[in-house]
């Protein structure tokens, strides 16, 4: 999971900075994560709940697609939000992911080149 909240650091900068490739290579490393985690992790209990993110992905893909700022912003909270709750729904409810407030890596330009 600690891979994914790299890519969900990144996507929010991607975004912020409006560099829609950027944002759309990141959403889609969180997916495959996502998909990794499914398919070679299906003894965990967790599994079960992460059903529960795809609709806030999916919505944050259209945003993405769409290259619409303001609705990136509203859907990537909803994901953050959605991250939080699965977190609570199988006891790693002292795991709370937050909106990033900076980069994190320093060694990377966000903006669209």
């Given amino acids: ?5 790299v890519h969900h650091a990144k996507l929010w900068f991607a975004g912020q900075n409006q560099n829609w490739e950027l944002a759309d290579f990141e959403l889609h490393e ?3 994560a996502l998909d990794d985690i499914k398919t070679f992790n299906t003894d965990r209990p967790e599994v079960k709940s992460l059903s529960m ?3 806030p992905l999916d919505s944050l893909n259209k945003s993405v697609q769409e290259k619409n700022l303001s ?5 990537f909270v909803l994901l ?3 991250c939080n ?3 609570r729904n199988t006891d790693h409810g002292f795991n709370v992911i937050k909106v990033p407030d900076a980069p994190p890596f ?3 330009d966000f903006k669209h080149q």
């Fill in 71 to 75: 609705s990136f912003k509203s859907n």
């Fill in 106 to 108: 320093s060694n990377q």
């Fill in 30 to 32: 969180i997916m495959e």
């Fill in 85 to 87: 709750n699965c977190h």
């Fill in 53 to 55: 993110i795809y609709a």
């Fill in 1 to 5: 999971m600690s891979v994914i909240q």
């Fill in 80 to 82: 953050t939000t959605t």
